[in-house]
C-alpha cells in the first residue's frame, strides 16, 4: 500500500470518528439543554413578603408545599415598622411580590396598595363573623386569613415575680423595690401606638365608632395623661423602642414586658421557664382591652396579570388555609388558628400558657381594616409626638381629630 493510500485511508477513519464524537457531542448537548430548559419551565418561584415577627409559621406552610408541588418558595422577612412604607412605595412602581403577609388593617389601603380582590371561591375555611369582616371592605375580599390574634399580652420574669401584677397600681407601689435592685419595673414599645390603644380603652375610648374617626374625646385626654404618667413616674422608659424593650427583658434587666401573641414562641425559646404569662393589668379597676386582628395573606394586583403564575397563587392560597397547616401553625408556633372548629377545639383543652392566651384573646377589640383606621393610625403618631414635646392632652386630642379629618378629605377629593 502506498503512503498516499495510507494517509487517505487515515484521513477517511479520522473524519468519521470525527463526526461521529460531534454528533454525540450535538445530541449530548441538545439533551441538556432540553433538560435544562424543562427544569426551567416546570420550577416555578412564588415570592413573599412577611411583617411577623415569628418567621417559623411560614415557613412551615412552604415547605410543606414546596415538597408537594414543583415550586421554590422565598420568603423575605421585613421590618414590621417598613413594611408598610415599602409596600406603598413598591406599588408605584410594579415591585411588589407574589404575596404579602400583613395584618388586616393595613387592608384598608388595599387601592394605595395596588392589591386584588380575592374571589369567594377561594376560601376553603367557615370562618367566624370577626375574622370574616377582617378581611371584607367595599363588599369584596382583600386577604386570606392564616392566623388571628396579634394581640398584646403581658410577659413577666419569674426570677423577680411569683405572683404577676393584675393592676397597674401593683406596680406603681413596687416600683422602688425593683428600681433599688436596679430592675426595670416594664418595658414596651411606649412610642408605638399600637401600645396605647389599651389604655385608652381602659377610659372607653376607641379610634373608631361606628366607622367614623374619633380622637377627639375626653378618654383621649385621660388615656395621654395616664401613659404619660407611667413614664414621668419612671415606671417605663420612654425612650426605649421594640428592640430595647424585648433585648431588657430577654437579658433580666426588666422585670416585665408587655408584648404581642407573635412574641411568645421567641420569648420561650430564649427564657424557657423563667418566662411567665398574664392578661394584661387593669388600671384603677378597669379591663384593658387591646386590640386583635388577623394576618392575611393578601395578593398584588400584578401577579394576577401574569398567566402563567395564576394558576400557582391560587393553589398556594387554598393551600394555606388547610386545617393539617393551621394544626402545624399552632403546634410550632402557638398562633391561633382562623378554623371556628379548631379554634374552640383548642380553647376547650387550653391550659398554663395556652389559657391564658384564650382569656386574653377573649378581651380583645377587634382592629377595624378600613381607611379610617390606617388614617387614625397616623394622626395618633404624629399629636403623640407633639404631646410629647410639650403639647397639652387637649390640644393634642383635638389636632389629632383635625390632621384625620384633612387627611381624609384630600383623599376623597383624588
Not at 503512503?3 to 460531534?22: C, E, P, Q, R
Amino acid at each position: 500500500m502506498s503512503n498516499k493510500t495510507y494517509h487517505n485511508m487515515h484521513l477517511a477513519i479520522i473524519k468519521i470518528m470525527s463526526d461521529k464524537l460531534l454528533n454525540t457531542f450535538q445530541f449530548s448537548f441538545l439533551f441538556l439543554i432540553l433538560l435544562f430548559s424543562k427544569t426551567v419551565l416546570a420550577t416555578q418561584t412564588l415570592t413573599i413578603w412577611s411583617s411577623h415577627q415569628n418567621r417559623d409559621f411560614l415557613t412551615v406552610m412552604a415547605k410543606v408545599y414546596e415538597k408537594k408541588h414543583d415550586v421554590n418558595i422565598s420568603i423575605v422577612q421585613l421590618d414590621p415598622s417598613e413594611i408598610k412604607a415599602e409596600i406603598l412605595l413598591s406599588a408605584q412602581d410594579g415591585g411588589l411580590p407574589d404575596f404579602i403577609v400583613i395584618p388586616s388593617d393595613f387592608l384598608g389601603l388595599h387601592k394605595m396598595m395596588n392589591l386584588s380582590s380575592i374571589p369567594g371561591d377561594w376560601y376553603k375555611e367557615e370562618l367566624s363573623s370577626r375574622v370574616k369582616a377582617s378581611v371584607e371592605l367595599d363588599g369584596k375580599y382583600w386577604g386570606i386569613p392564616l392566623i388571628q390574634g396579634n394581640f398584646l399580652l403581658l410577659y413577666y420574669n419569674k426570677k423577680y415575680v411569683t405572683q404577676p401584677i393584675t393592676d397597674f397600681k401593683e406596680l406603681i407601689q413596687i416600683k422602688k423595690q425593683l428600681l433599688a435592685k436596679n430592675i426595670i419595673p416594664i418595658g414596651w414599645n411606649y412610642n408605638d401606638m399600637y401600645y396605647f390603644m389599651p389604655f385608652l380603652s381602659v377610659f372607653n375610648g376607641w379610634p373608631i365608632a361606628n366607622g367614623k374617626i374619633t380622637l377627639n374625646t375626653p378618654a383621649m385626654v385621660k388615656a395621654l395623661k395616664y401613659y404619660r404618667s407611667l413614664a414621668d413616674q419612671g415606671i417605663i422608659d420612654r425612650h426605649c423602642d421594640y428592640r430595647c424593650s424585648q433585648r431588657d427583658f430577654v437579658e433580666g434587666k426588666s422585670a416585665y414586658s408587655i408584648n404581642g401573641d407573635w412574641a411568645y414562641h421567641d420569648l420561650k425559646v430564649m427564657l424557657g421557664d423563667n418566662l411567665g404569662v398574664a392578661v394584661l393589668p387593669k388600671v384603677n379597676g378597669n379591663t384593658m382591652h387591646p386590640m386583635a386582628s388577623t394576618f392575611v395573606l393578601a395578593i398584588p394586583s400584578c401577579s394576577l396579570r401574569l398567566k402563567d403564575k395564576q394558576k400557582v397563587i391560587k393553589s398556594f392560597a387554598k393551600f394555606v388555609q388547610k386545617l393539617s397547616n393551621q394544626q402545624a401553625v399552632y403546634e410550632k408556633a402557638h398562633l391561633l388558628p382562623i378554623s371556628m372548629a379548631y379554634y374552640k377545639q383548642l380553647k376547650v383543652r387550653a391550659k398554663g400558657d395556652s389559657l391564658i392566651m384564650f382569656n386574653q384573646m377573649a378581651l380583645t377589640k377587634p382592629m377595624p381594616s378600613m381607611m379610617n383606621m390606617a388614617i387614625s393610625w397616623q394622626a395618633i403618631a404624629i399629636g403623640f409626638q407633639h404631646y410629647k414635646a410639650g403639647a397639652t392632652a387637649e390640644y393634642t386630642a383635638e389636632h389629632m381629630q383635625k390632621m384625620a379629618i384633612k387627611q381624609l378629605q384630600s383623599l376623597d377629593h383624588n
